[in-house]
Nanobody, 121 residues
């Protein structure tokens, strides 16, 4: 069992930056691939970014490529999402999630409670 706790959300103007953090506890952090997802009001949850357990592989949804960067620090049991050049359409609740190494790509078993990001125009 992995417990995940996001932080770092808030209100920012368009063009601004935020860094989200996700602290993991309860199990060996390096056994898990990690992802960030988001859910905007009235919309389905969508994938944002992925980082493999090793940190050597990452991927992003097209609309955030070049603006967002996912990273992880094994020693701190933390995964980060650096978000630059934020746009109003990035407004959403952001969730981090953990997937056991080797599990199917969509099988994220553990989720945090989410942190809200609001980008004003």
């Amino acid at each position: 069992q992995v417990q995940l706790a996001e932080s770092g959300g808030g209100l920012v103007q368009s063009g601004g930056s935020l860094r989200l953090s996700c602290a993991a506890s309860g199990h060996t952090f390096s056994n898990y691939d990690m992802g960030w997802f988001r859910q905007a009001p009235g919309k389905e949850r969508e994938f944002v970014a992925f980082i493999a357990w090793s940190g050597r592989s990452t991927s992003y949804r097209d609309s955030v490529t070049g603006r967002f960067t996912i990273s992880r620090v094994i020693a701190n049991n933390t995964v980060y999402l650096q978000m630059n050049s934020l746009k109003p359409e990035d407004t959403a609740v952001y969730y981090c999630a953990a997937r056991v190494r080797g599990a199917p790509p969509t099988k994220y078993d553990f989720w945090g409670q989410g942190t809200r990001v609001t980008v004003s125009s």
